[in-house]
């Protein structure tokens, strides 16, 4: 051992005086590093350190870190397995024109390591060395097993057990050298050097050394499952034992023929073709034959129609270089060239009348298009078996085929609801919209997804002869003027997961049968495991209070607490009946967060974003045209004035009732749509007038500081970048948060809120379920956001001061309570005027007071009195 210490001192100095940053290695067969390493990444270690690790007497391993550090040297590593391989690489190196280059990396450093295998170095010039890679590998023989692996193929009967072949040592990592031996490596051998040394490490141009990685990654031979897009499955033989054209073609065309113009050939090696640019740029860039099962095309280098790193049959290369990847047409090109057998032609009968169903069969597996069917096919109607065929010959048998197929659900993606058939479909911003079909619509419809055909009679052979042609457009109208049609009934359209009204989750994307809502997520739906554990339901708790809605400055809890539910409410709308309030984000001041509020329900639901209307006309017309064709599940009036008064009868209307009713522009009949949406208003300083206090839920910020929108430290950071990436788990935790709370048993918490009330109690046992706070908690701020509400409370409370329970007339009341009495502008009302006023307001409650009219048959007038109610919790919790 003491004559081995100046060796590796003096092997230490070589390495260094080339250039090469060392490491010590542990005498523990771990092949560990002595020392922290991750500093000499970017540090070359020095010859002081060397003089310490090697000259203490101890014995260890040496070690390169390969990359920057040590001059751009990179290491290729033959496996003792992979030595087989080393000839057929050398020839394919020799037809790539790389030879010289792969002669110069064998004979320069290369060192044997104990299991037998070759590391190479080679100093890359022009470009940083990339990070270690797998460049080669293979499944490992069952022989090869170590014990752990035997186990874990009993544990997992499908796992992959591989051994690497060919790899590289780059960038950040290193490898042992020579002459580290003993108990250094586990099989004690010692690392002996073949060629060479550190002072002969060859210097090869970037571009060289990525087309000798290109190579040696030709020889992996993992498998790699294909797709159909480049590698069709095979389809069922055609009737009386026909080929299609696909199939032909695959056994008899020859890879230089669909090729050429593309790929030359540039050696063999058995059953493999190594094939080159067919400019002669470059070496070898492609395989065919690897697998003599199934030959198909491999190209490894970027730059042509063909994505690397695919496997290609000979039908999916021919359908991409002649027909743009369209199968179809490629197989009808081949039939013309003589591919394939002639399908029998076969006489189409007119359609039957059918019995109507309920749609629902559009689900049915047996309906379901074969995706191969796109892959091939002629101009012949009938080689295309899941579409539909039907004669409209006779416009009245057209007519009643086309009922039938939606009776039968053989038209996919098409639903009814009030006002008549419709599909669903994304639009420009990827939001869901709502489209009744019109003639044109229909007619289109019936192109894609029907097969309909007129019967002529050949003039010269008296043969019946069938051509494909288009249902008339009268005739589409005619089908649309029904009053009803064989259809899925379509209730909504839902962008999350939702709880259907039996407490189920609805989370498979399209058309749900059950509920007859259609799911279009607006996020990728995350896996959701089948039970809700108290792990997750953290985690899920955790995402939503304590990271996304933690920094927000609410003005009590119950403003994070009403915001919560709110953002929960499109999860369960589905499981509740009867309206909900209108969602009112406020803010003391621009740049609080209003925005941010609205863009957490964007990225998870998506939202119809409007401007307040002019007037209550166009505020029909556009709550009409949110209902009627986005099916967004919310609804923004995005930044209303600063103090805007929400007071409007048609706002009072619409958040009392289940449904909605209005004319469509450029229709003569009214339609009638469930009004199942969550509808936000956002300003700063909102208020409410008339009747809409009570229908409205406050959601208030105050930052309490300047400039607001320049705070920072958020715990997610820019919330919508952090959004933009996590939506999807956003999504993921609160239906995690919703299901935690069913399978808890769904409790609720009784609360008085009129025609709110099942949403309210709904939401308040969720929300006490999660440990939230104080849901509907702010009656009396909320009526300090009330004009009206709150003039009259001060009014009838400053009448009950001053003249108690007795009865005055208006006059007296307007001299008595100059400073009190509700004004229209900057006048007091007259006596008239104010009567008129308490006679619409009679018997209604402001706060605890209540006006209440008083016949003085003598004086034949009217005098009035304050009546005082104890306020029994209306919109409290019950316990």
Known sequence: MTAQQPDLRAAAQQLHDAGLCVLPIKPDGSKKPVVPWLQYKVKRSTPAEHDTWFSSGKPRGLAVVYGAVSGNVEMLEFEGRALALLDDVTEVMDASGLGDAWAALMNGWVTESPSGGLHCRVRVEGADVPGSTKLASRLAEEHEYTDEERQRIREKPNSRIIRVLIETRGEGGYGLVEPSGGSVHASGKPYVRKTGGPDTIPTLPAEVMDAIRTVCRMFDALPVPEAPRTAPKPQDSLPNGGVRPGADFETRADWADILRGVLRPLTARGNTTYWGWADGVGGVKATTGRDPAKDRLWVFATGSEFQADMPYSKFGAYALLEHGGNFKAAASALRSQGYGTEPPRRRLASVPSQPFADGSSALDLDHAPDPQD??????????????????????????????????????????????????????????????????????????????????????????????????????????????????????????????????????????????????????????????????????????????????????????????????????????????????????????????????????????????????????????????????????????????????????????????????????????????????????????????????????????????????????????????????????????????????????????????????????????????????????????????????????????????????????????????????????????????????????????????????????????????????????????
């Open 374 to 879: 796109a892959f091939e096919g002629g101009p012949q109607l009938r080689t295309v078996s899941s579409r539909p065929e039907l004669d409209i010959t006779n416009e009245a048998d057209g007519i009643d085929g086309v009922l039938a197929l939606m009776g039968d659900g053989r038209l996919p993606d098409l639903y009814k609801r009030s006002g008549g058939p419709c599909w669903v479909y994304r639009d420009d911003n990827d939001d869901p919209v709502v489209q009744q079909l019109g003639s044109d619509n229909l007619r289109a419809y019936l192109a894609d997804n029907v097969s309909s055909f007129i019967v002529k009679r050949n003039p010269v052979t008296e043969e019946l002869e069938e051509h494909r042609e288009l249902l008339m457009p009268k005739s589409c109208a005619t089908v649309l003027g029904r009053k009803d049609w064989p259809l899925p009934l379509l209730r909504g359209v839902v962008t999350s997961p939702v709880i259907r009204p039996d407490g189920s989750l609805l989370e498979s994307p399209g058309y749900d049968r059950a509920t007859g809502l259609y799911l279009e997520p607006r996020v990728p739906l995350r896996r959701l495991q089948p039970q809700v554990t108290k792990e997750s339901l953290e985690r899920a708790r955790d995402i939503v209070l304590g990271q996304v809605l933690a920094d927000f400055p609410w003005v009590e809890q119950s403003d994070r607490a009403n915001f919560l539910g709110a953002l929960l409410t499109p999860i369960v709308r589905a499981y509740f009946h009867g309206p909900t309030q209108m969602v009112a984000i406020t803010a003391t001041a621009a740049g609080s967060g209003k925005t941010l509020l609205k863009d957490i329900l964007k990225y998870c639901y998506g939202t119809a974003d409007t401007a307040w209307p002019e007037n209550d006309t166009e505020l029909r017309k556009s709550i009409t045209t949110q209902l009627y064709g986005t099916g967004s599940p919310v609804v923004v009036f995005d930044n209303l004035p600063n103090g805007f008064v929400l007071k409007t009868p048609i706002l009072s209307a619409l958040l009392t009732g289940e449904h909605w009713g209005d004319r469509i522009l450029g229709a003569t009949g009214k339609v009638t749509m469930r009004n199942d949406r969550l509808w936000i208003a956002t300003g700063n300083a909102l208020r409410t007038g008339g009747d809409n206090g009570r229908r409205v839920l406050w959601v208030r910020l105050d930052p309490d500081c300047p400039d607001p929108d320049q705070r920072d430290g958020f715990r997610v950071g820019d919330l919508r970048p952090w959004l933009r990436a996590n939506a999807s788990t956003l999504v993921a935790a609160l239906v995690t948060l919703v299901r935690a709370w069913l399978a808890a048993g769904a409790p609720i918490v009784r609360v008085r809120k009129g025609d709110y009330s099942e949403w309210a109690s709904m939401m308040a046992g969720l929300l006490h379920y999660l440990g939230v706070e104080g849901w509907m908690a702010d009656d009396a701020n909320a009526r300090n956001q009330d004009d009206e509400q709150q003039e009259w409370s001060l009014f009838l409370e400053m009448w009950r001061e001053t003249y108690g329970a007795e009865a005055v007339a208006t006059g007296a009341v307007i001299k008595g309570l100059p400073n009190h009495v509700p004004r229209k502008g900057d006048e007091p009302p007259s006596a008239n005027q104010l009567g008129i006023w308490l006679k619409a307001r009679q018997g209604r409650y402001f706060g605890v007071h209540k006006v209440v009219m008083v016949v003085d048959s003598h004086r034949k007038q009217n005098l009035w009195r304050v009546d005082v109610h104890a306020d029994r919790g209306t919109g409290r919790h019950e316990s």
